[in-house]
């Protein structure tokens, strides 16, 4: 199974950006797809999640201004972004949970310029 993400690249500070996260297969059976965020020299963190059911989480450093969905006819799994700070800056990744395995896509890199 594949993910590829996009949507990243240079975005004003106080614009929105999405992100998209398209996956080979399984979204439609996947316990659990994610969007996760790292910057260099820091351990890797979660921003938002989806369940099979639907059901969405989100880190409390989102504070309502990121949104998480899927498409399962396209496969695909978005994050909608708003309010963008320098703070946000970071490589998103989005993984998906499915049986026993675990899956990462290769990252798109948000720069937040102000």
């Known amino acids: 199974l594949r993910l590829v993400e996009s949507g990243g690249g240079s975005v004003q500070a106080g614009e929105p950006r999405r992100l998209s996260c398209e996956a080979s297969?399984?979204?439609?059976?996947?316990?659990?797809m994610a969007w996760f965020r790292q910057v260099p020299g820091k351990e890797r963190e979660r921003v938002a999640t989806i369940e099979l059911d639907g059901t969405t989480s989100y880190a409390d450093f989102v504070k309502a201004r990121f949104t998480v969905s899927k498409d399962n006819a396209k496969n695909t799994l978005y994050l909608q972004m708003s309010s963008l700070s320098g703070e946000d800056t970071a490589m998103y990744y989005c993984?998906?949970?499915?049986?026993?395995?675990?899956?990462w896509g290769q990252g798109t890199q948000v720069t937040v310029s102000s």
């Open positions: 993984l998906l949970r499915w049986r026993d395995y675990t899956y």
């Open positions: 297969a399984y979204t439609d059976s996947a316990h659990s």
